[in-house]
């Protein structure tokens, strides 16, 4: 299972976990299968999304290197307090359109519980010490979210 | 000596991106925040509260570890020092 899973995506070989800020578009399930391991019975994905709040665009913006430290900081807090198995963060920015993927976080662990909780103080985390900032466009002007 | 500035979200709307300041030898966290006011008629309301502290939507760090906006304003800057400034986050 393991060799099907690599051959499917040799981008990822030795990659444990996934870590990323990116401009493109990802694929969910990409994630999810190499979330999947043997003692893993629970995966929990979070994903963030752009919702019309009246809004016409979105444009995202990070700190990169600070932001990736951070995320890195996150996951291993995680990883400790819930006994997750993995998690994998990839969070976009640029310029995103309304039903556009904003940020996804993959949390895999034994059991559900853990990785629900897992999930939830990760995103709760991210929202309030990665340095990434969205603003909304829309006809009436701008506004950077949170201020 | 030299700070390189990277400023974000709304300061990067002020400040501009990323730019590189010549403060004295000595000079701390709020002089680089003074002389940017001076610099950017803008940021001052933006940066300081009326007790002149840093205000509330101001976020700061130095070589990508976040400063107090409080205890870490007299905290002295080293040449080749990198100052981010940027509003509160919300990602996700």
Known sequence: MKVMKWQYFPQWQGVKFLIEITEKDFSIDEVILNAKQEDVGAIVIFLGIVRNDGITSMEVESYRMAAISELECIRDEAMGKFGLRRVDIIHRVGSLNVGDNIALIVCSAPHRKMAFEGCSFILEELKSRVPIWKKEISEEGARWVGL | MRIKVKAFAIFREILGGESEVELMDGSTVK??????????????????????????????????????????????????????????????
């Open chain 2, 31 to 92: 002089d680089l925040l003074e002389f940017l006011s001076e610099q950017h008629a803008d940021l001052r309301n933006v940066v300081f509260d009326v007790s002149g502290y840093a205000s509330e939507n101001v976020f700061l760090m130095r070589n990508r570890t976040r400063l107090d906006r409080r205890k870490d304003l007299l905290l002295v800057l080293h040449e080749g020092d990198e100052m981010a400034i940027f509003s509160p986050m919300a990602g996700g």
